[in-house]
């Protein structure tokens, strides 16, 4: 079954305890994203990869890091949580860029809702 | 990558037609127009996506004007589980680099 796999799918911390959001596809994707939700914002690009060691910035990158090492996994990494960052996070995959012509579909995971306290 | 306009929220009673317009007039030669549908807490889960024209899946329909400036998303006879944020995402083609923006989508309702 084709999926989007994040873990964990909720998580309560405390400020300034890094933190790894996992996130692994089983769809031979190049394209991952993460994006974070909150009220009245929509979603929210966070960073994406086009693929194995190729990341960058999407609109809201700011105390946050990824990895891209292997093609299935894209991790979100935060190094220093603050309150602000408590958010509903969610990751995605998909062949090409979501917006882009051809096969576009994308897959989103569950979801992890992080509180930081 | 092309802004988009969409209507805030919209009401539907079940069984009706629902029709959800965004707009872009900033849409380049090459963008094509997708439509995501999200349920609450869940991740958006895509729909159609259209360059010009009609496209026609088995859950929507997308009209798409010959100016492209516009399009709208068609769910027929809606019920309740429609009740959804509905998102129009432009850009792409590889001309508006890889960023994906989602606008503020449209809020359905669907009453019964």
């Known amino acids: 079954e084709a999926q989007v796999t994040q873990n964990p799918r909720y998580l309560i911390t405390v400020t300034g305890k890094k933190l790894t959001v996992t996130c692994s596809q089983n769809?031979?994707?190049?394209?991952m994203s993460w994006y974070r939700q909150d009220p009245g914002l929509g979603l929210r690009q966070i960073y994406y990869?086009?693929?194995?060691?190729?990341?960058d910035k999407g609109d809201v990158p700011e105390g946050y890091k990824v990895s891209r090492k292997e093609k299935r996994n894209f991790p979100l990494i935060l190094e220093s949580p603050s309150p602000n960052q408590t958010s509903l996070y969610f990751c995605?995959?998909?062949?090409?860029?979501?917006?882009?012509?051809?096969?576009?579909?994308?897959?989103f995971g569950q979801g992890t809702r992080l509180t930081v306290v | 990558l092309a802004k988009t306009t969409q209507p805030i929220s919209m009401d539907s009673y079940e069984g009706q037609e629902v029709n959800i317009t965004c707009s872009h007039n900033?849409?380049?030669?090459?963008?094509?127009i997708t439509w995501y549908q999200q349920f609450p807490s869940q991740g958006p889960r895509f729909i159609i996506q259209?360059?010009?024209t009609k496209v026609t899946n088995e859950v929507a329909s997308l009209f798409i004007p010959a100016d492209r400036k516009s399009s709208t998303l068609s769910l027929p006879r809606v019920s309740l589980s429609d009740t959804a944020v509905y998102y129009c995402?432009?850009?792409?083609?590889?001309?508006?680099?890889?960023?994906?923006?989602f606008g503020a989508g449209t809020r359905l309702f669907v009453k019964a």
């Open positions: 900033n849409i380049a030669t090459n963008d094509y």
């Open positions: 259209g360059y010009k």
């Open positions: 995402l432009v850009g792409g083609g590889y001309t508006g680099g890889f960023k994906t923006i």
């Open positions: 769809m031979n994707h190049e394209y």
């Open positions: 990869s086009m693929n194995v060691e190729v990341t």
């Open positions: 995605a995959s998909s062949h090409t860029p979501l917006t882009g012509g051809g096969d576009t579909e994308a897959f």
